[in-house]
Antibody, heavy 118, light 114 residues
Framework: QVQLVESGGGVVQPGRSLRLSCAAS????????IHWVRQAPGKGLEWVAV????????YYADSVRGRFTISRDNSKNTVFLQMNSLRADDTAVYYC???????????WGQGTLVTVSS | DFIMTQSPDSLAVSLGERATIKCKSS????????????LAWYQQKPGQPPKLLIY???TRESGVPDRFSGSGSGTDFTLTISSLQPEDVAVYYC??????????FGQGTKLEIK
């Protein structure tokens, strides 16, 4: 069965960095795009970034462009989200989801919580 | 940029009654070359990730009960639950995936039992 498992969340001070991972199984990972979506406490869903199946296309929300970098390692079935210069308003549960460019998200992970606080 | 606006923000419906949630896009999500609306609906229960319910505006995901249906085209869409069940209490989100470079969600509609 399709599984997406996020890891790497935690408490970090403003201005510091964190790297999230999304480990995939149960499908042909190298054929699938992957998105990151976040949800601040008590708030709605915010799309963050997407990477195409081969890593050749990467797109970001305005709120994170220049600070976050999405990448993937198809040999390890894993997508990464490198988050630099973290701010308090980056505090959220971060989900990874399967979906190609211009496609719906059919599977989601359980999420990992990132808290940015001094 | 696409702005997705849902209405209402919250909704209370009696068990067995119909629930209707609207989603309006600031731009059309209908792609003329394939006549598909790039619009999805998700359900999120507390402490859980979102779950895909409907894609291409009206196609029900496998395993989703047939009391859930989606309709609409262009900029105006509707999610309908024909007969509300206790397990349908959740927050519902619409999403446009027309934009290759930036997907967008509506603000969410909280559905409760009256």
């Amino acid at each position: 069965q399709v599984q997406l498992v996020e890891s790497g969340g935690g408490v970090v001070q403003p201005g510091r960095s964190l790297r999230l991972s999304c480990a995939a199984s149960g499908f042909t990972f190298s054929n699938s795009g992957i998105h990151w979506v976040r949800q601040a406490p008590g708030k709605g869903l915010e799309w963050v970034a997407v990477i195409s199946y081969d890593g050749s296309y990467k797109y970001y929300a305005d709120s994170v462009r220049g600070r976050f970098t999405i990448s993937r390692d198809n040999s390890k079935n894993t997508v990464f989200l490198q988050m630099n210069s973290l701010r308090a308003d980056d505090t959220a549960v971060y989900y990874c989801a399967r979906g190609d460019l211009a496609y719906y998200f059919d599977y989601w992970g359980q999420g990992t919580l990132v808290t940015v606080s001094s | 940029d696409f702005i997705m606006t849902q209405s209402p923000d919250s909704l209370a419906v009696s068990l067995g009654e119909r629930a209707t949630i609207k989603c309006k896009s600031s731009q059309s999500v209908l792609y003329s070359s394939n006549n598909k609306n790039y619009l999805a609906w998700y359900q999120q229960k507390p402490g859980q990730p979102p779950k895909l319910l409907i894609y291409w505006a009206s196609t029900r995901e496998s395993g989703v009960p047939d009391r859930f249906s989606g309709s609409g085209s262009g900029t105006d869409f509707t999610l309908t639950i024909s007969s509300l069940q206790p397990e349908d209490v959740a927050v519902y989100y619409c999403q446009q995936y027309y934009s290759t470079q930036r997907s967008t969600f509506g603000q969410g509609t909280k559905l409760e039992i009256k």
